[in-house]
């Protein structure tokens, strides 16, 4: 084998293995019961979140997203995290729908509140009836949001 030959098989294995490497290293968004966003679990399953809301006398915050979505990524790294963020969000119990999720659910939640492009968070009582809505990314005014939903809620 020549030299050449020996160095373009090194190359491609190595960029093989990079590849192989990036997409398992790839921090898990979700599972069956649950997604994770910046630290903070999500229900997946809007029913089994809508009793749990009704029991608890919590609303629900809605979570539309994606994994393509830079304004979720934003959401995950700098909001969620924020311990003002963490104080409010434990007063909601939260629901994530991923858009691109062509289930019969994630279809009707999409319908209901019509969701067609991420980020959008939805604030609801356990019956459904809407509270807030967030459009797009409202960095350090969604706490303000999550106010405004609880003060609406508890009315």
Known sequence: MTPRK???LVFFVLVLGIGYYSMNAAPVVSDQTYSYHGETQW???YDQAQQIAATEEKP???YFWT???TYCEDYD????SDPAVQDRLDEFVLVAVNLDDDSREASRLKQQYEAN???IHVAVTPDGRELVRINGYAGDDFATYLDRA???YEQ
Request: proline share 9%; hydrophobic share 30%.
């Open 77 to 80: 790294q700098q909001v969620y």
């Open 150 to 152: 609880q003060t609406r």
């Open 43 to 45: 229900y997946t399953d």
């Open 117 to 119: 492009y991420p980020p």
């Open 60 to 62: 629900l915050l809605i």
């Open 6 to 8: 020996a160095l373009t």
């Open 67 to 69: 994994t393509w979505c």
